[in-house]
């Protein structure tokens, strides 16, 4: 009898212990997809995709930051000034005393404590609603930031689907090229016919190989780019059906923007914030001129009894500051400037949006008639005439070229068909970009406007 080789001994002992370890409910070591990467099988609507996004995306470490400042700078106007202690020993005589013989150190002296308030009049109510308006401009600006990267991410993955399905029907053509390359042969081998048509079959088939790895070369550029918009590896769709009806989802629905919710997308709403806070900044300016009073009130404790001073007293006083010169006229001219730019970019924004609306829904119109022209009946009449030709080269009612010819104009179709898909889809992508419409925002964004 033979021996069993080593190696493969080792590898039905291996496979024994896995399956053992399958069986007690034991997984085999493998690379945290969840943690480190995105499922396009599962991918979930686009607010679940915006708050992946939130947490996953690299891009929003510093943007939580800024949101952050902006709470802390909120918080800091909703607290009073500090109190200031006041703590002096007075009276250090020089020379002799006076009256002569005293102690300079314990008769003389005097020992003072005081605590002053500055009280701000008309200045506390401007600055925390400047910063109360300027936490909800910079929570709009990151929701603003996470809608533009949702979009962006979205176009990357129908750019996977579209090459998983440009893949899928270059797959089909290029099993039927093969096929027919070996019925060829066959027919050749029979001297049905002839070896120029087996050549024609074979270098269809080549091309169509070509393209097949042409289009692998764009479905991992695509992927690519979606790992670098979602800041984590994009794990492609498990089926062509799944591809296109990631795709369909989107397509199926065609709704109009109403350009009066225009005012409500997140950046136009954080520039109106903006305007805002300078506005309030610009009132907190001009209030410049009223003094903010500081009171004070102190004990003293004084030792030089000798002269006649009291020995315990307290005092209280009052000081404020002259506006003679900064009145606040610099803060003002700033918070003006900000405050016209802000709202003169605001309607500039507007009333582009407003053309860009115009204009795509144009765009869209004229897609989803060329695209009911392909789907509807174009590809069915090529999809037609490629079946009678086949059937009609197996009989040897028709040449060979013309099928060659017929099947590529219908796989011409059939990525023609897929591209005005993708096309479709940033379209609609850039439409609700253009528009007010846009994932929900996350709690903690949404919670500061």
Known sequence: MRRVPTLLLSCLLLGTSAASAASKGEAAPSIPAARDSVTLDSLPDEDGVAELLWERSTQFTQARIRVDEAQAELTRTQLLPNPELDL?????PLGPTNPPGLDRLRDVPNYQAGVSQLVELGKRGPRQR???AALSATALDVQAELRELTYDFLQRVAAVATAQVRLAELEGLAADAARLTGLERIRQQRGDTAGLDVDRAVLEEAQLQGQLAEEHSNLSEALLECSRA????CVPFSARELAAAFLERRLSRTPTPNTEELPQRPDLRALQAQRQSSQESLTLARRGWVPDPTFRVGYV???FVESGNQLNSVFVGMSFPLP?????????RLASAQAEAAERTRQQLTAQARRDVTALVAQRDALEARRA?????????ASSLVGRLEAAVKAGGASLQDLIFARRTYGQLLLDAAQLDLNAYHLSVELERASAAGPRAPGELGSHF
């Open 301 to 303: 404790h004084d030792r």
């Open 230 to 233: 979602a800041g984590l590896a």
């Open 373 to 381: 022209q392909v789907r509807q009946k174009n590809l069915p009449l």
């Open 88 to 92: 002096s020993w007075n009276t250090l």
């Open 324 to 332: 003679v010169f900064d009145r606040g006229q610099a803060s003002a």
């Open 130 to 132: 400047s910063a109360r």
